[in-house]
């Protein structure tokens, strides 16, 4: 589907490592190269008309966020490098001035790793707890386990919407109903969801989103931290600098600008934000269900054909994703990750920045499909074939 707009995919590839970073459709790319082109000013800080055009479009992107994720207010969108970037303003900015020792942290053995080094490193630092919500024998989060492990001195839950490994979509509007009549905030790690579905942050009524552009469409080096007006505004800066402030004549005088702004410190990634607008009206022309639906029905197409293939072992046989996770009995999966490199096939093999679900899942390491919606059948049945020769693969890894 709409595979004419991405110059990448004339290239003789099939690119199945969407979950790492999608390709780009060319709308992006010349709306970045016209920014660079012809009014490659600086933004927020001219008096002059290029510049002008620069704040327009740039804060036209953070409204197409608004709308693309049903924000309630323009100053509850702040742009930052990236979902890592986000998720770390978050544990920094607002949890550590909120959290105490013994309070708790509950997260999964299957978040990535920027949704668990943050609060390692916060509950070492003022010594609260992380507590792990245990999964099903699908590896799926149920309600019930959820209201098992939430404790009196729970006070945030951090979870991936859809996880990046076994892509499992949690149900998050039920988790964050039963938090918030605990007075229990709610993090959302929607870097492996935004780009996939239909979001509501009202609907939702998560406290924080964090995800990243790069995912979607869009330029790398971009993200966005959503977060209700009210915490945002008691959320401290991490970085401090130009653009942000007021004013400051001393230490003790010094005014911050007001939401979003002076979450925004320094010059940021012009080019990508503007690029980043151009992703969000590109998905949005395409329809957000549709590009579910898609995606849904190749990944069902693929499971079809290797659950007919007797050493692949699927780890994730249930997934509400694009997301297949895998393993060839008895060759290492990076090894098979170079095989299929050899017929210019990409996908990802190795832990995925998840390094701590093998407690769970007790696979350390697994070859990742990640599909979008501009994958074919046709490049899954080239995938297929290879995978289908388990002597093939040993005899040509190397």
Not at 77 to 97: H, K, P, R
Not at 129 to 142: A, C, E, L, Q
Not at 270 to 298: C, P, Q, R
Request: charged share 25%; glycine share 6%.
């Amino acid at each position: 589907m709409n595979r004419e707009d991405f110059p990448m995919l004339d290239k003789d590839i099939i690119y199945l490592d969407n979950g790492a970073t999608t390709l780009k459709p060319k709308c992006v790319l010349d709306k970045m190269n016209d920014y660079y082109e012809n009014y490659s000013a600086n933004a927020h800080r001219g008096d002059y008309d290029i510049s002008y055009k620069v704040d327009l479009e740039y804060e036209n992107t953070r409204n197409l966020v608004k709308e693309f994720i049903n924000a309630k207010y323009l100053e509850e969108i702040v742009f930052t490098s990236g979902t890592t970037e986000s998720l770390n303003m978050i544990a920094n900015g607002f949890f550590a001035n909120y959290l105490e020792a013994g309070d708790e942290i509950l997260i999964t053995t299957s978040e990535h790793a920027s949704n668990v080094l943050p609060w390692f490193r916060l509950a070492k630092k003022i010594g609260c707890k992380i507590g792990y919500i245990p999964v099903d024998d699908n590896y799926y989060i149920t309600i019930e386990n959820v209201l098992k492990s939430i404790t009196p001195q729970t006070k945030v839950i951090a979870l991936a919407e859809i996880t990046n490994v076994i892509g499992d979509k949690r149900p998050i509007k039920e988790i964050a109903k039963i938090a918030h009549e605990r007075n229990i905030f709610v993090v959302v790690d929607g870097a492996q969801s935004i780009p996939h579905k239909k979001t509501d942050v009202q609907d939702l009524d998560v406290d924080f989103l964090a995800f990243s552009a790069h995912k979607m469409c869009g330029p790398t080096g971009v993200g966005v931290l959503y977060g209700k007006k009210a915490l945002l505004e008691q959320l401290e800066p991490v970085n401090m600098g130009g653009g942000m402030n007021e004013s400051f004549d001393s230490e003790n005088e010094v005014f911050l600008k007001s939401l979003p702004t002076r979450l925004e410190a320094g010059t940021p990634n012009i080019a990508g934000v503007i690029g980043f607008g151009e992703a969000i009206k590109y998905l949005t022309n395409i329809g957000m269900d549709k590009i579910s639906e898609t995606e849904h029905n190749l990944r069902e197409y693929l499971i079809d054909k290797l659950i007919k293939i007797s050493h692949i072992d699927i780890i994730n046989l249930e997934s509400d994703s694009g997301i297949v996770s895998i393993n060839v009995d008895g060759i290492f999966s990076q090894d098979v990750a170079y095989y299929l490199n050899k017929y210019n096939i990409c996908v990802r093999a190795g832990n995925h920045c998840a390094k701590i679900i093998k407690k769970t899942t007790g696979v350390a390491n697994s070859i990742r499909i990640s599909l979008y919606f501009y994958n074919t059948e046709s490049e899954v049945d080239e995938l297929v074939e290879l995978l289908s020769n388990k002597d093939k693969i040993l005899k040509e890894m190397l």
